[in-house]
């Protein structure tokens, strides 16, 4: 009879140890994830982070790729010590395990208190932004983040194209008769943005603050869900290991 509960009790470890190896597996999948959306946000989507006074939502990619390196490393040293029955492997992993729990409450944190103040954010900065800075020396990157803008949404100015007379670039030599900078137009070439007629560029309602408020707020969701999403994983790790 002892004998039959020895066995019981290690076939039921040996379950144990497979179904923990399972949830670190996909712990270290979620990792890679996390890590992606955050390297995406930074490098695919990093020329609009210059046109935006406030660092919270660079920060909030930042602490999603250091999560998501902290989650992958965890995965592994998880089945590690799962196999290895390591009591200090399994010390460092649980400390991860918090570590990586703080970060991804604190992106969520960070993405919904910025998702609050993002509207005022920009109805105050980016007119001022892209009507100072553009084309002017050592702003190179904001240049560029209002091209790619004004071309990739199909805008033009921030609230609408007037807000263009009002802009400093105007004033230098080499684009006297320019009404708006040509990525303003359907079909960019050579001075098109001499003309503002509505055939020529975007007019689009609300101008370009609405294009990239929605773009930002999505891109918050996801960061907020992501983030708060496998913190709830990792409960769920923790409950089972408890």
Not at 100 to 110: K, Q, V
Not at 190 to 200: F, M, Q, Y
Not at 205 to 227: P, Q, S, W, Y
């Amino acid at each position: 009879m002892g004998e039959y509960d020895d066995k019981k009790e290690t076939c039921g470890t040996i379950c144990l140890k497979y179904l923990l190896f399972t949830f670190n597996f996909f712990f270290w999948l979620a990792g890679g994830a996390v890590m992606a959306v955050g390297i995406w946000t930074l490098v695919e989507k990093s020329d609009y982070i210059s046109l935006l006074s406030s660092s919270t939502y660079a920060a909030t990619a930042y602490i999603l790729v250091i999560a998501g390196v902290i989650v992958m490393v965890t995965g592994i040293l998880g089945c590690c010590a799962t196999f290895k029955e390591r009591r200090q492997l399994l010390r460092v992993y649980f400390v991860l395990l918090l570590c990586i729990f703080l970060l991804e409450i604190l992106a969520g944190i960070l993405a919904y208190i910025y998702y609050q103040q993002l509207n005022d954010e920009l109805k105050e900065n980016l007119r001022d932004t892209m009507t100072q800075k553009y084309k002017q020396p050592g702003e190179e990157q904001v240049t560029k983040a209002v091209d790619k803008l004004q071309q990739e949404f199909k805008c033009c100015g921030s609230n609408n194209s007037a807000d263009w007379k009002d802009s400093r670039w105007l004033e230098q030599p080499g684009f006297e008769g320019h009404k708006v900078p040509d990525s303003c137009c359907k079909t960019v070439t050579e001075a098109c943005g001499k003309r503002d007629h509505p055939s020529n560029i975007y007019k689009v309602e609300g101008g370009c603050i609405t294009k990239l408020e929605t773009f930002i707020l999505d891109h918050l969701r996801l960061i907020g869900a992501v983030g708060v999403g496998v913190a709830c994983v990792q409960v769920g790790v923790l409950r089972i290991v408890v």
